[in-house]
């Protein structure tokens, strides 16, 4: 939520001036993005996002991310796409970090989204999972399954501080998880991340996916488990199923899940559910107090994995039929 | 350099709606502006700037800066528009506070000026000093004189911190400047803070004047020795000569100085430069080390008042030849 990087005029100029976009008209540091800094961007050919990566995120995964972004657009998917400069380049370099334009997206990410928002990101998810096929890099998810012993590794003498009991809520789930994860579901290119705050709408429409920047190659559902832990719980925790089931119809609108997808869903939420409980619990017990973003309170996925652990089917988020 | 108050998309998109400006299609908070927060809107209609004011602004003193805008638009001078809402007002409230949306003027700061920048900042504030003419409101300048010695008596006991003979000169300086100020000068609306950071250009042609929160009425001799401090010492502190002909002409091409003020002109500089180091040593002093901003080096303005304490006449600007 900061501008790490300033960017001066003359040297934003002469960036943009390796571009095929006209003259600079103006820029302005936002502050959006945790990871990251961000200028909105006025040329004479209309308004751009530069974003300048920071040492959080690894420079050898951005061809990855840029890469998609360009594939996905290419398929229908309404995302934020890389530019390239007058040497067909998609990442350049500005104030010293690597640094990508991309083209601007209306819209605006919703605080309390219905369940009409819901089934509007199912299907643009299931769209996503589609658009993302042919797409040639690949990524591995640096926080999928074999991530998560080590991520807890990193904080387990701490856990107590978060709870009394979340030690061994976690190493009883992180066992049961290594012991019974679906294997060989169909995979593909996953958001990951997708997030409220990752998608935008205007009105009732979304207008565009952003923020690709935990994308990854993995199992196809288990995209869609994060999304129902993101979508469909209320303030107090509770799962909503009506969001439940629009997000999957909407989803299945799209690309019907097979009946092992279906099957997968309460173990893939389960795992969903520990990762953002694991990454929430780090950062909670690893951000200074004067940070300029506070972290997240993990117990909230504390909550959520409790209820997956009582899902028996995926009738349970609110599909009801037979598998297509 | 923040967003101090979050804003909602729902209540945002209910504030949009009681104006005449069609739909709301994206908003981003920007790090820019130190006392207030700031969103850019992108609405059907264009881009516009929605300014938050915070605590530090006086609420009061919002009519007289937003009619400021509005009448100076009104007569020539570019700089953010105040829009009216369907009542016709250019003031209104959201997320418990003050706010007014302006239109977005395109444009950057320029980080080091030239010459050629000094003449044309030189113009406009010409231009400015003639289309305040004929604004009917009114507002004292609470960091003009008489404001100076009340502002050093809150930290008078501390300025030994910054260095160990700053209290001795700014108590000789202030008893200087009350026995000599210059009185009956033509007085009018000043700008009062046009440092670079508050004129854009797009490229060599200035786009627009910004920040008129400091804008009142007072000499407006006193408006040049402020932008004499701001625009035309180097990094090591010594004037520019050539920069300062070069703002000087540039003003009289619009707004010809009479004698008086051409006299008044080493004294005016000196208490422009006091106002600065007075609010400059304040603010170091009352800082909390983990600001967001970090306060500006008080010194820089000692070392620019020793310069116009060794200035004779207005030729050392770099003005010469007879008032008209």
């Not at 290419?74 to 990442?91: F, Q």
């Not at 992180?174 to 997030?195: K, R, T």
């Not at 950062?283 to 409790?306: C, F, G, H, I, Q």
Request: with cysteine; glycine share 8%; aromatic share 12%.
């Amino acid at each position: 939520m900061a501008v790490y990087t300033e960017v001066g005029d003359e040297e934003l100029a002469s960036f943009i001036a390796s571009y095929d976009l006209g003259d600079l008209l103006s820029f302005k540091g936002i502050a959006e993005g945790v990871e990251n800094t961000n200028y909105i961007v006025h040329t004479s050919k209309g308004p751009f996002i530069l974003t300048l990566y920071e040492r959080r995120v690894e420079a050898a995964d951005l061809p990855f991310y840029l890469g998609l972004m360009e594939h996905l657009a290419e398929h229908g998917v309404t995302c934020p796409t890389p530019v390239r400069d007058a040497h067909g380049k998609n990442l350049s370099r500005i104030s010293g970090r690597p640094a990508a334009l991309v083209t601007f997206l209306e819209g605006f990410w919703v605080r309390r989204p219905t369940a009409a928002h819901c089934a509007a990101v199912g299907r643009a998810l299931a769209e996503l999972h589609l658009g993302g096929e042919g797409f040639g890099l690949r990524r591995s998810n640096a926080l999928g399954l074999a991530g998560w012993r080590p991520l807890y590794e990193r904080f387990a003498d701490r856990a107590g501080e978060i709870a009394p009991d979340l030690a061994r809520l976690i190493e009883e789930e992180l066992a049961f998880l290594q012991e019974n994860w679906p294997q060989g579901l169909p995979d593909g290119v996953i958001h990951a991340d997708l997030f409220p705050d990752n998608v935008f709408f205007i009105g009732d429409r979304l207008s565009g996916l952003i923020d690709f920047y935990f994308a990854c190659n993995d199992a196809l559902a288990y995209d869609i488990a994060v999304s129902l832990n993101a979508w469909c719980f209320e303030k107090d925790m509770s799962f909503n199923i009506t969001k439940g089931q629009a997000f999957l119809r909407g989803y299945e609108d799209v690309r019907p899940l097979s009946a092992r997808e279906r099957e997968a869903m309460p173990l893939l939420a389960r795992g969903a559910a520990m990762r953002f409980l694991l990454t929430r619990a780090y950062d909670w017990l690893n951000t200074p107090k004067d940070a300029l973003v506070s972290p997240k309170n993990p117990m909230e996925y504390v909550r959520r994995l409790r209820f997956h652990q009582g899902v028996r089917s995926i009738a349970e988020y609110g599909l009801n039929g037979m598998a297509k």
